[in-house]
């Protein structure tokens, strides 16, 4: 079966794959597949450039979403972040990965005008642990309420765009650095007049 059709499936279906059953896709510099590694064995100290995705979610009001990534987690634990973030399978387009990992993590299955507002590559380190990623900058609009995936995130709560800047501004050690880098990219293109709610 053509791997697309396989990652629609998943998109529909009321399972998780187990961190030991994803891969990530990984890429050169030109973002041209080189092949897939496990999930769970690909973030190292020097992690292979792979294919990932930052979503921000706002409400109606304004108000985005941010989640406290899980104790488990491998890279960045307990750090604030956007409010979603994964990494789409081989054949598997960025928005149907968004909204799998939005169903997965947050419990969240209604998104509206999910679109891909920037790219965006990144690289950090932290605690013997790089991330790696050609990963595009979604934003999306919600209206229900979260229930959070306990192994993936720690807690959630919602802000206001202009308290968010400054918060990250003023505690940068707080926010995954990723996080940071992506809100002033949005933040500019807001500025320059594109909506993000």
């Given at each position: 079966?053509?791997?697309a059709?396989i990652?629609?499936i998943l ?18 510099e030109?973002?041209?597949v ?32 941010l ?58 380190s932290?605690?013997?642990v ?5 990963c ?6 919600i ?27 003023a ?24 909506p993000?709610?």
């Amino acid at each position: 079966m053509h791997c697309a059709v396989i990652a629609r499936i998943l998109l529909f279906m009321n399972t998780r794959l187990t961190p030991a059953e994803e891969h990530v896709v990984l890429v050169d510099e030109a973002n041209t597949v080189l092949g897939t590694a496990p999930k769970a064995t690909v973030h190292q100290k020097m992690t292979p450039l792979h294919r990932g995705f930052s979503a921000f979610l706002f409400y109606p009001d304004g108000q985005l979403l941010l989640q406290q990534r899980s104790h488990k987690k491998k890279t960045w634990p307990l750090m604030w972040s956007n409010s979603v973030c994964g990494h789409p399978a081989l054949s598997e387009d960025v928005l149907d990965a968004a909204q799998r990992r939005m169903r997965d993590e947050l419990g969240i299955t209604a998104v509206h005008a999910l679109t891909v507002a920037s790219p965006y590559r990144y690289q950090f380190s932290k605690d013997g642990v790089m991330e790696n990623e050609i990963c595009p900058i979604l934003i999306g609009r919600i209206a229900n309420t979260p229930t959070p995936n306990p192994d993936e995130v720690e807690a959630v709560r919602t802000v206001p765009w202009d308290a968010f800047l400054r918060e990250i501004a003023a505690d940068t050690e707080a926010y995954s650095p990723w996080c940071i880098e992506e809100a002033y990219i949005l933040d500019t293109l807001h500025s320059e007049g594109v909506p993000l709610w």
